[in-house]
Nanobody
Framework: VQLQASGGGLVQPGGSLRLSCAASGFTFVNAAMGWFRQAPGKEREFVATIAWTGLRSDYADSVKGRFTISRDNAKNTVYLQMNSLKPEDTAIYYC?????????????????WGEGTLVTVSS
């Protein structure tokens, strides 16, 4: 199983970034997908998750209205569009995969983890 995240980088406050995660080694269309993040000195936290249909999603309160998760099942890829970025969004972002949206909100229930991509929001 591979979850290859990309798209991180340095962005100014108020700016935007789009993260991508290319998945392989499992049946993507059957899996819920999501994102976690871990800021320096903090625990890993849930960011967003999306059902295999793409019709249901859920977000952490801290990113609601600013981040949008989406997926392209034909490309085995999940995306995280991040707008109105704040310095407190600075973190390593990890792509996740699992059975249900609920499982992907709990780091202890995540089936697969990808390697992270660093997002730095700073002027």
């Amino acid at each position: 199983v591979q979850l290859q995240a990309s798209g991180g980088g340095l962005v100014q406050p108020g700016g935007s970034l789009r993260l991508s995660c290319a998945a392989s080694g499992f049946t993507f269309v059957n899996a819920a997908m999501g994102w976690f993040r871990q800021a320096p000195g903090k625990e890993r936290e849930f960011v967003a998750t999306i059902a295999w249909t793409g019709l249901r999603s859920d977000y952490a309160d801290s990113v609601k209205g600013r981040f949008t998760i989406s997926r392209d099942n034909a490309k085995n890829t999940v995306y995280l569009q991040m707008n109105s970025l704040k310095p407190e969004d600075t973190a390593i972002y990890y792509c996740t995969a699992g059975g249900t949206l609920a499982e992907l909100k709990d780091s202890g229930s995540v089936t697969y983890w990808g390697e992270g991509t660093l997002v730095t929001v700073s002027s």
